[in-house]
């Protein structure tokens, strides 16, 4: 900390007493204490840089400030963000629905953080919280995978690929310092939720183009993974990867909590690792046993409820079983959340549920079955459940991650106006620009990314895959300027408070029937022309052709 006054004033604490121009100490509690002499109204400047290296790259840091003063610091700041915030141009809405998407929109870009530092070589290089020593390569830190897999990687790889790419090769760092990805690190591995969801984040970016050049490294990291735990972390790796590669699903009595979560989870995991076997052609058998395990969900599907259910090592199902039960089996939520959580999959979980009548009828459940819950496992209410009893939409849970794409379950059914109707309803009530206008945790940013995204009009499923499934868009304009400066214009001219339906929709000035549009489609430029109406449009997706991704018959094949 640099200072533009000199110290009149100097002295450093021991615990609780005070030594006047000491000036180290050594004590269970320390700090310092320095006073100017001001005249009134007088203001004194610090320049202030850290590092995680060394007091002298502490020093070179402080470089990048220059010879500026504070209000020319400010000045720039201000612009840069006008400059990232101004890659996407919202019109045709409220003031406080500007306050609301780009609030939203700030917090989406807030993590992961920088770990990096650049030396006084201008070589880029982190400080490995893994191993402890100052290595060359990118580095990020504080961000948790358990949700920001659902939708901000997404965006990220959407908007801003290059930043994001420097993120991949930090995970790739972190693997070869700790022998495991990140699942969330804060600043090294965190033992905090479930899941081994650095696969989703890594292949998503890999398939949508954001290539880091030691992929084979890559595909090992996540071949790892699938086939251990961290020593000291239990939520880095895979816990219970045993009983999961063995019976196809993590047991309800093993002692392992939040185990069907955990399942669940697992098996889109090891989708994901399918597609990016598939994808660097690596044998047939072994890109075939990632596509059984992909399948692994179907193991904790009770037909008796319709639900997912905790099952024991002996193949029964866990009794009692109560859908409104959080925790236990499940992840900060019950059932009735996590139920969903088949995001590569959708199509086999309408079979299970009995067809596409039965799964539209599950799905409107959520909302009609009311706010009611069962704590016990946590001894409290704790603050998900109120937030989801406050919300008042039945059981849905829009403050935690793992019902956050729910509603766009609807398209893959057929019913996309369904999804358009309940969307609506969620980004009107629930996101806000007042001060308690948040739903729940913003959580590394994805509550955010979800509103950004489904106030645009998509919104990414099944990361993974190279679509996005078809909402409708909040703003009656919206430009989205790439990072090669090709720009998509999503128009919606008729939008309004009670405009919230789908009546036809064209692309690039063709006429467009699909629920889904692809990245590729997106990042080609053009324009989204929506044509919005008061009632819904029950002729839109009716085809299956029409739907969004799920397993096709070719890919099924893999599972004989």
């Given at each position: 900390?640099?200072?533009?006054?000199?110290?009149?004033?100097?002295?450093?604490?021991?615990?609780?007493?005070?030594?006047?121009?000491?000036?180290?100490?050594?004590?269970?509690?320390?700090?310092?204490?320095?006073?100017?002499?001001?005249?009134?109204?007088?203001?004194?400047?610090?320049?202030?840089?850290?590092?995680?290296?060394?007091?002298?790259?502490?020093?070179?840091?402080?470089?990048?400030?220059?010879?500026?003063?504070?209000?020319?610091?400010?000045?720039?700041g201000?612009?840069?963000?006008?400059?990232?915030?101004?890659?996407?141009?919202?019109?045709?809405?409220?003031?406080?629905q500007?306050?609301?998407?780009?609030?939203c929109?700030?917090?989406?870009?807030?993590?992961?953080?920088?770990?990096?530092?650049v030396?006084?070589?201008?070589?880029?290089?982190?400080?490995?919280?893994?191993?402890?020593?100052?290595?060359?390569?990118?580095?990020?830190?504080?961000?948790?995978?358990?949700?920001?897999?659902?939708?901000?990687?997404?965006?990220?790889?959407?908007?801003?690929?290059?930043?994001?790419?420097?993120?991949?090769?930090?995970?790739?760092?972190?693997?070869?310092?700790?022998?495991?990805?990140?699942?969330?690190?804060?600043?090294?591995?965190?033992?905090?939720?479930?899941?081994?969801?650095?696969?989703?984040?890594?292949?998503?970016?890999?398939?949508?183009?954001?290539?880091?050049?030691?992929?084979?490294?890559?595909?090992?990291?996540?071949?790892?993974?699938?086939?251990?735990?961290h020593?000291?972390?239990?939520?880095?790796?895979?816990?219970?990867?045993?009983?999961?590669?063995?019976?196809g699903?993590?047991?309800?009595?093993?002692?392992?909590?939040?185990?069907t979560?955990?399942?669940?989870?697992?098996?889109?995991?090891?989708?994901c690792i399918?597609?990016?076997?598939?994808?660097?052609?690596?044998?047939?058998?072994?890109?075939?046993?990632?596509?059984?395990?992909?399948?692994?969900y179907?193991?904790?599907?009770?037909?008796?409820?319709?639900?997912?259910?905790?099952?024991?090592?002996?193949?029964?199902?866990?009794?009692?079983?109560?859908?409104l039960?959080w925790?236990?089996?499940?992840?900060e939520?019950n059932?009735?959340?996590?139920?969903?959580?088949?995001?590569?999959?959708?199509?086999?979980?309408?079979?299970?549920m009995?067809?596409?009548?039965?799964?539209?009828?599950?799905?409107?459940?959520?909302?009609?079955?009311?706010?009611?819950?069962?704590?016990?496992?946590?001894?409290a209410?704790?603050h998900?459940?109120?937030?989801?009893?406050?919300?008042?939409?039945?059981?849905?849970?829009?403050?935690?991650?793992?019902?956050?794409?729910?509603i766009?379950?609807?398209n893959?059914?057929?019913?996309?106006?369904?999804?358009?109707?309940?969307?609506?309803?969620?980004?009107?009530?629930?996101?806000?620009?007042?001060?308690?206008?948040?739903?729940?945790?913003?959580?590394?940013?994805?509550?955010?990314a979800?509103?950004?995204?489904?106030?645009?009009?998509?919104?990414?499923?099944?990361?993974?895959?190279?679509?996005?499934?078809?909402?409708?868009?909040?703003?009656?304009?919206?430009?989205?300027?790439?990072e090669?400066?090709?720009?998509?214009?999503?128009?919606?001219?008729?939008?309004?408070?009670?405009?919230?339906?789908?009546?036809?929709?064209?692309?690039n000035?063709?006429?467009?029937?699909?629920?889904?549009?692809?990245?590729?489609?997106?990042?080609?430029?053009?324009?989204?022309?929506?044509?919005?109406s008061?009632?819904?449009?029950?002729?839109?997706?009716?085809?299956?052709?029409?739907?969004?991704?799920?397993?096709?018959?070719?890919?099924?094949s893999?599972?004989?």
């Amino acid at each position: 900390i640099v200072f533009d006054k000199p110290f009149t004033y100097r002295a450093t604490f021991a615990d609780q007493t005070l030594h006047a121009d000491k000036l180290e100490q050594t004590a269970g509690h320390t700090g310092a204490v320095i006073g100017f002499r001001t005249k009134k109204g007088e203001i004194v400047h610090a320049r202030v840089a850290s590092s995680f290296i060394s007091p002298e790259q502490a020093e070179q840091n402080l470089k990048e400030l220059g010879n500026d003063r504070f209000d020319a610091i400010a000045a720039q700041g201000k612009a840069e963000w006008n400059k990232v915030l101004g890659r996407i141009r919202v019109e045709g809405g409220s003031l406080d629905q500007y306050r609301t998407f780009y609030s939203c929109l700030y917090r989406s870009l807030l993590f992961p953080r920088k770990f990096y530092e650049v030396d006084a070589d201008g070589k880029i290089v982190h400080y490995s919280p893994y191993n402890g020593k100052v290595l060359p390569g990118f580095m990020y830190t504080d961000t948790g995978f358990w949700d920001t897999f659902r939708c901000l990687f997404p965006f990220l790889n959407l908007m801003f690929p290059e930043q994001n790419k420097e993120m991949q090769e930090g995970l790739i760092n972190t693997y070869k310092e700790s022998g495991f990805f990140p699942e969330w690190a804060s600043p090294g591995h965190r033992d905090c939720m479930i899941g081994n969801n650095s696969a989703s984040v890594l292949v998503d970016a890999y398939m949508k183009g954001i290539k880091v050049e030691d992929v084979e490294t890559l595909y090992q990291g996540l071949i790892h993974g699938t086939e251990h735990v961290h020593p000291k972390v239990s939520s880095t790796g895979r816990l219970g990867h045993e009983y999961y590669n063995r019976l196809g699903y993590v047991p309800y009595d093993v002692k392992i909590r939040e185990n069907t979560a955990r399942t669940l989870e697992y098996a889109y995991n090891d989708w994901c690792i399918y597609t990016l076997a598939k994808a660097l052609k690596r044998p047939k058998k072994e890109i075939a046993q990632y596509a059984r395990r992909a399948m692994n969900y179907r193991n904790v599907f009770d037909k008796e409820t319709s639900l997912m259910r905790g099952r024991n090592e002996n193949g029964t199902f866990m009794s009692p079983f109560s859908p409104l039960k959080w925790g236990d089996a499940f992840t900060e939520g019950n059932s009735w959340h996590y139920t969903w959580s088949v995001f590569h999959d959708p199509q086999g979980l309408i079979d299970l549920m009995g067809g596409r009548r039965a799964f539209v009828t599950m799905l409107d459940s959520v909302f009609t079955v009311p706010p009611l819950f069962d704590e016990s496992y946590y001894g409290a209410v704790i603050h998900e459940i109120r937030e989801m009893q406050i919300m008042n939409m039945g059981n849905y849970a829009h403050g935690n991650q793992p019902i956050q794409h729910m509603i766009y379950l609807y398209n893959y059914a057929g019913e996309p106006w369904k999804a358009q109707y309940w969307l609506r309803r969620v980004m009107d009530q629930l996101y806000m620009p007042t001060p308690d206008g948040y739903c729940g945790d913003e959580d590394n940013g994805q509550t955010s990314a979800w509103y950004v995204f489904s106030a645009l009009g998509f919104y990414p499923v099944c990361p993974g895959t190279d679509e996005y499934v078809l909402g409708a868009p909040l703003f009656k304009k919206a430009t989205l300027t790439f990072e090669d400066g090709k720009q998509m214009v999503i128009n919606a001219p008729e939008n309004n408070a009670h405009n919230v339906y789908v009546e036809s929709l064209h692309l690039n000035g063709q006429p467009y029937t699909k629920n889904y549009v692809k990245h590729a489609d997106l990042l080609s430029g053009g324009t989204l022309d929506f044509r919005m109406s008061d009632h819904p449009n029950h002729d839109r997706g009716t085809k299956p052709s029409d739907f969004p991704y799920s397993f096709s018959v070719s890919e099924k094949s893999f599972f004989r």
